[in-house]
């Protein structure tokens, strides 16, 4: 019976499809044709107000994506850039607000055509209060990430693809949209192609070595402090973590002074005894060479704080298994410590690379990036994001940082990919620790 | 064979102990060097001693009272952005941990792949556009505006921390009290709340040394000395004429650094902990 009811109403007069049409015309119509009439009418408010306020200004923004301004002086291509990003933004939240209400009108008149009754008022914010609640908690922080984090990014992402630079800058000029320019001239032009490929290098042997070298030594460290025969453990580890308690821009600026080669102790008071001088600031080998061991030193106490953690909690029987099978320490090494304590602390140790791929603040802090190097606009010991920083702050190549951020953010992504897969292998496992 | 071995054993225990000897010299050097520098009279550097004949503390005594120093305006501008980044993350990170932790909603995946995607987007990779979108609102060289970037920029890396310790609350305790009658922030407040607090605690620390420690965005944000902080104010000190004022700087960086080192120290265990647990679990 109540199929052959449902048959008859098929198609276009079913009540679901009504709701569902009334409600893509005018949100708010649909649920009052349910008989929702509060909800109707708020989603029919809502509407209303966004697009009151909010249509001239996404118009303009959306506009003003496509063209940055027709008018020289008049347009300024950058506001236009930030307000049509915000536009889309805006966008995104109003058509979620749509595609709810539309969901929202067909459940609804599916459960009228089914002759469920109409939840009371009170029943229907509680209703809406239990379904929306993560939504509630989530909101104020994802409002705050999309405009200080996402919309930044985007920013960046479409300078990528403009001439925004120091001759070429509102509101005297017009932007213009470039395509792919700022990439091509990157490896074309040979100042450029010169410079990003010794920056590019040296970011990777940077990351690579201080980074290996940090961990390396924070666990040899900790492997040493976790013998048995040891004494004092609780002061040496204090004393071994040291260096990640002080603020790491106070311990670089002090090298940065112990390095000095006129009044720096390190040439003035040790080398000087061996009557050796070395340019660590002037020369760019020796500058990146003090630069790995500051690092070391700053990076090893989180990495040995970390694996002195982990260590404590390998199973005690593993080894005293091992024993009985007459394992050598090495091999005790190789085949239980390592594998658990990387099995642990592999995600943290992936971001420790991240992390010093990004350093800008040793980079800039030790040197700026100096000394200068002929034939390049980076300096000797610049690291692509402080390159970045040089590029935007002190020569305005807006375009080309964006064009260098974005390579960054590949590089990065393809890391943060990594990692993913990583750590969903270590879910796999089954959560051995 | 045994007496062979005894001594084998101590010769490397010997070793071991002399090699924290070694890693002890070269973490204590440049610190105690900085201390001895502050202590040395007069500012220029090229007559200073590691032992100076008279050591003086005339470089704190200046901080503190000379009419040229800002110092204590720096320090009440990092305590202020430091308190309240402390508080407003804990707020906004918990409330986001709690949602993903235990409800399930369109986007919620998505939402931890962006997490951990943007965490490794440092704030640094958008700041021109940060300049100017705090230029259009006005808000540059404003403590507040440096406030709303620190608050905004710790979400990714705090929530998916936060996250990961509310995964470790058993389930069956907000199902308990649930079946009591309680509502969603009820559990909230009682359960959650108070369990999490050791990863609260950890999340509270790192943001309020955030803003002592870092130099970047308060050097892109901030362009008049009376809002500068305390790393953006002492690195200025001696961007300029570095060899004529470190023994200022050094004292003045003693100064920051003592204290949080000292916190740093005493609450490392739980900083460690709340790290794995948060962090390897996630």
């Known amino acids: 019976m109540a199929n052959n009811q449902n048959e008859r109403k098929a198609g276009i007069s079913q009540p679901r499809n009504i709701a569902t049409l009334l409600s893509i015309l005018v949100p708010g119509l649909g649920q009052i044709y349910n008989r929702r009439i509060v909800k109707g009418i708020i989603l029919l408010i809502i509407t209303i107000s966004f697009l009151v306020t909010m249509w001239n200004y996404i118009d303009i923004g959306i506009w003003g994506l496509f063209t940055l301004g027709t008018i020289p002086q008049e347009h300024h291509s950058i506001q236009l850039l930030l307000q049509g990003l915000i536009s889309l933004i805006?966008?995104?939240?109003?058509?979620?607000?749509?595609?709810?209400?539309?969901?929202?009108?067909?459940?609804?008149?599916?459960?009228?055509?089914?002759?469920?009754?109409?939840p009371t008022f009170i029943k229907g914010m509680s209703n809406f209060y239990d379904k929306g609640?993560?939504?509630?908690?989530?909101?104020?922080?994802?409002?705050?990430?999309?405009?200080?984090?996402?919309?930044?990014?985007?920013?960046?992402?479409?300078?990528?693809?403009t001439d925004y630079n120091q001759y070429n800058a509102p509101p005297r000029n017009l932007l213009n949209w470039v395509s792919f320019d700022n990439f091509v001239n990157l490896v074309n032009v040979d100042i450029w192609k010169d410079t990003f490929f010794s920056v590019f290098t040296w970011t990777i042997v940077w990351t690579v070595v201080a980074t290996t070298l940090q961990i390396v030594l924070g666990f040899f460290l900790a492997l040493l402090v976790n013998d048995k025969r040891i004494k004092f453990k609780r002061t040496i580890r204090t004393v071994?973590?040291?260096?990640?308690?002080?603020?790491?821009?106070?311990?670089?600026?002090?090298?940065?002074?112990?390095?000095?080669?006129?009044?720096g102790a390190i040439n003035r008071d040790l080398l000087a005894q061996f009557e050796i001088m070395i340019p660590w600031l002037s020369d760019p080998f020796w500058a990146k060479v003090a630069l790995i061991m500051i690092q070391t030193w700053l990076g090893f106490p989180f990495v040995f704080a970390l694996f002195t953690g982990v260590l404590q909690s390998v199973p005690s029987d593993m080894y005293e298994a091992a024993d009985v099978d007459g394992g050598t320490r090495w091999q005790k090494l190789r085949h239980i410590t390592v594998p658990h304590v990387l099995f642990?602390?592999?995600?943290?140790?992936?971001?420790?690379?991240a992390q010093n791929f990004n350093n800008f603040n040793i980079i800039y802090l030790f040197n700026e990036g100096n000394p200068p190097v002929r034939g390049q606009n980076a300096g000797g010991t610049d690291i692509l994001i402080s390159w970045v920083y040089k590029l935007t702050f002190e020569t305005n190549n807006y375009n080309m940082?964006?064009?260098?951020?974005?390579?960054m953010g590949v590089l990065v992504m393809g890391f943060a990919f990594y990692q993913f897969r990583k750590t969903a292998a270590f879910k796999e496992e089954g959560g051995r620790y | 064979m045994s007496m062979n071995r005894k001594t084998k054993s101590k010769i490397e225990v010997t070793f071991i102990y002399l090699f924290f000897l070694i890693m002890f010299v070269?973490?204590?050097?440049?610190?105690?060097?900085?201390?001895?520098?502050?202590?040395?009279?007069?500012?220029?550097?090229?007559?200073?001693?590691?032992?100076?004949?008279n050591p003086t503390l005339e470089h704190y005594k200046w901080l503190f009272t000379d009419p040229k120093s800002d110092y204590l305006i720096w320090y009440k501008n990092s305590l202020f952005i430091a308190i309240l980044n402390a508080a407003g993350s804990i707020v906004i990170t918990s409330l986001i941990a709690y949602a993903f932790s235990r409800y399930k909603f369109v986007g919620r995946k998505y939402g931890l792949y962006m997490f951990l995607l943007l965490q490794m987007f440092p704030a640094l990779m958008g700041m021109v556009a940060l300049y100017i979108l705090l230029n259009t609102i006005g808000l540059t060289d404003s403590l507040w505006g440096l406030l709303l970037i620190y608050l905004g920029g710790q979400i990714p890396f705090?929530?998916?921390?936060?996250?990961?310790?509310?995964?470790?609350?058993?389930?069956?305790?907000?199902?308990?009290?649930?079946?009591?009658?309680?509502?969603?922030?009820?559990?909230?407040?009682?359960?959650?709340?108070?369990?999490?607090?050791?990863?609260?605690?950890?999340v509270a620390l790192f943001n309020f040394m955030a803003p002592f420690m870092d130099f970047l965005l308060p050097r892109i944000v901030l362009t008049s000395p009376e809002n500068f902080t305390l790393a953006l104010g002492l690195f200025n000190f001696i961007n300029d004429q570095f060899s004529t004022?470190?023994?200022?700087?050094?004292?003045?960086?003693?100064?920051?650094?003592?204290?949080?080192?000292?916190?740093?120290?005493?609450?490392?265990?739980?900083?460690?902990s709340g790290l794995t647990s948060g962090a390897t679990k996630g």
Do not use: C
């Not at chain 1, 071994?240 to 006129?262: C, G, K, R, Y």
């Not at chain 2, 973490?27 to 220029?44: D, Q």
């Not at chain 2, 200022?248 to 900083?271: D, E």
């Open chain 1, 401 to 407: 940082a964006a064009a260098i951020t974005i390579i």
């Open chain 1, 344 to 353: 642990a602390t592999a995600p943290l140790l992936i971001m420790q690379y």
């Open chain 2, 26 to 53: 070269i973490i204590g050097y440049p610190l105690f060097w900085a201390v001895m520098m502050s202590l040395n009279p007069g500012t220029n550097m090229l007559v200073t001693d590691l032992f100076p004949d």
């Open chain 2, 158 to 202: 705090n929530a998916w921390l936060v996250k990961g310790y509310f995964d470790t609350i058993p389930k069956e305790l907000d199902e308990a009290a649930k079946i009591d009658g309680a509502g969603h922030l009820k559990i909230f407040w009682t359960i959650m709340l108070p369990l999490a607090k050791p990863i609260l605690a950890v």
């Open chain 1, 90 to 118: 805006v966008l995104a939240f109003g058509i979620a607000i749509y595609a709810y209400n539309l969901i929202d009108a067909r459940k609804d008149a599916i459960a009228r055509e089914e002759g469920r009754p109409n």
């Open chain 1, 133 to 161: 609640f993560p939504y509630f908690m989530i909101l104020p922080g994802l409002i705050m990430l999309v405009f200080i984090v996402v919309l930044p990014l985007l920013f960046m992402l479409a300078l990528a693809f």
């Open chain 2, 245 to 272: 004022n470190f023994t200022r700087f050094a004292a003045g960086a003693i100064l920051i650094a003592l204290p949080i080192a000292l916190v740093f120290l005493l609450l490392q265990r739980y900083l460690i």
């Open chain 1, 240 to 263: 071994l973590i040291l260096p990640w308690a002080v603020p790491a821009f106070v311990s670089i600026l002090i090298f940065s002074a112990l390095f000095n080669p006129t009044f």
